[in-house]
């Protein structure tokens, strides 16, 4: 069956259409949303079945390091352990093109988080359709970039991905063509902000 796809506008996003896009996904449906780096897959939290069929479509294992995409930094204390200098440092540079690499609570889920380290990536990206999405949503979104198999590159056309995987998706938000970048990752070592990548985020806050 074809994904439903619904054409939001990205600086005045139709409550109808949100509202749909985010049932869907709430209904255990995998979703493909714009971001304020490019456009990723999307499920809810808990969905054990939709994060498995996300993995399938980018041809990743189960125990790949996925994202926790949250509206905003309220919250944060139920899946991350951050200090109040930690969480001050955030606030000051979220919403953003940035994934936060932090310990992890013991709410997340086993699946969820790097077993090893036991750290979950968090993100509080910045754009009208995301964070529509996000406040008609009743819980953060479980994330991944749309990085298609043999592809290097994160998807930035919804057009494009309708015709790869629109058939084995749910919902396709068409937020228009994206300058596609990756975020840039910062993880937190005993507090102390480590760059890992340098992608759309200003490195200069973490540096």
Do not use: W
């Not at 352990?81 to 969480?87: A, G, Q, Y």
């Not at 001050?88 to 919403?95: A, E, F, I, M, V």
């Not at 938000?173 to 992608?199: H, K, N, Q, S, W």
Request: charged share 25%.
């Amino acid at each position: 069956m074809a994904a439903e796809f619904i054409s939001i506008h990205p600086d005045n996003p139709q409550p109808r259409f949100i509202k749909k896009a985010c049932s869907i996904i709430e209904s255990g449906g995998v979703g493909v949303i714009p971001t304020d780096s490019a456009y990723a897959l999307c499920c809810n939290i808990g969905d054990k079945n939709a994060m498995e069929r996300i993995a399938a479509i980018r041809k990743i294992s189960k125990k790949h390091n996925f994202t926790l995409i949250c509206r905003d930094l309220s919250e944060l204390s139920t899946y991350a352990k951050v200090s109040n200098n930690v969480f001050r440092l955030l606030k000051n540079n979220t919403p953003g093109a940035y994934t936060f690499i932090l310990p992890a609570t013991k709410e997340v889920p086993r699946r969820l988080m790097n077993e090893k380290k036991r750290t979950i990536g968090i993100r509080v990206p910045a754009g009208a359709i995301i964070e529509a999405l996000l406040n008609e949503c009743s819980e953060p979104l479980l994330s991944c970039s749309l990085i298609l198999p043999d592809h290097e590159e994160p998807e930035n056309d919804p057009i494009t991905i309708n015709d790869e995987i629109g058939s084995i998706v749910d919902v396709i938000v068409d937020g228009g063509v994206l300058d596609a970048m990756p975020t840039t990752v910062i993880r937190f070592e005993d507090d102390i902000p480590v760059v890992r990548r340098v992608g759309r985020g200003d490195p200069t806050p973490f540096s």
